[in-house]
T-cell receptor
Framework: SAVISQKPSRDICQRGTSLTIQCQVD?????MFWYRQQPGQSLTLIAT?????????ESGFVIDKFPISRPNLTFSTLTVSNMSPEDSSIYLC?????????????FGPGTRLLVL | QKEVEQNSGPLSVPEGAIASLNCTYS??????FFWYRQYSGKSPELIMS????GDKEDGRFTAQLNKASQYVSLLIRDSQPSDSATYLC?????????FGKGTKLSVKP
């Protein structure tokens, strides 16, 4: 299985500021994803982070609000821009495992964001 | 119809009983199915994956898949209080996972 770390693990931010979340995988993976999970809700896919090209965003999510980078096969960042209280959520990085587990998707520990 | 549907629960079972969690999906061509467990305040943890019709057993967990009826289920035998969590059903579509809203399971001692 892939081991995924995220930082920060949590943050409290002021309205109008931006936060960049980092995700590191312990092995090279083909696909990385960013999800959001609001309190009491299931996971919502924000975007697929593509290595060397622009991320693929799901309906309702745009690059200006959630810019994503993926400079290599083990690292990605998600920025939550111009934050508002509605952005308070858990943000989860995920990666598709390789080898025999190629279709298995693993999750990082998440970043808890509170916007005041 | 939602792509992946689950009963939100809560499902309450006594310790030692069998917990049965169900999930239906709308895309008939889906081939890969997963069950994740999520404890409160934690990230989802993969429990089972299933790709073929029938049953797949792993310890106290059994995943069941019926592609004709488009449902996948998870049975937990000898339920323990430590099994109390939200269980998320997920279907692989277009290279990424589509999640259901999850079923909250409570196992009472």
């Amino acid at each position: 299985s892939a081991v995924i770390s995220q930082k920060p693990s949590r943050d409290i931010c002021q309205r109008g500021t931006s936060l960049t979340i980092q995700c590191q995988v312990d092995s090279q993976v083909t696909m990385m994803f960013w999800y959001r999970q609001q309190p009491g809700q299931s996971l919502t896919l924000i975007a697929t982070a593509n290595q060397g090209s622009e991320a693929t965003y799901e309906s309702g999510f745009v690059i200006d609000k959630f810019p994503i980078s993926r400079p290599n096969l083990t690292f990605s960042t998600l920025t939550v821009s111009n934050m508002s209280p509605e952005d308070s959520s858990i943000y989860l990085c995920s990666a598709l495992g390789g080898g025999r587990a190629r279709e298995t998707q693993y999750f990082g520990p998440g970043t808890r964001l509170l916007v005041l | 119809q939602k792509e992946v549907e689950q009963n939100s629960g809560p499902l309450s079972v006594p310790e030692g009983a069998i917990a049965s969690l169900n999930c239906t999906y709308s895309d008939r061509v889906s081939q890969s199915f997963f069950w994740y467990r999520q404890y409160s305040g934690k990230s989802p943890e993969l429990i089972m994956s299933i790709y073929s019709n029938g049953d797949k057993e792993d310890g106290r967990f059994t995943a069941q898949l019926n592609k004709a009826s488009q449902y996948v289920s998870l049975l937990i035998r000898d339920s323990q209080p430590s099994d109390s969590a939200t269980y998320l059903c997920a279907v692989l579509k277009g290279g990424n996972l589509i999640f259901g809203k999850g079923t909250k399971l409570s196992v009472k001692p």
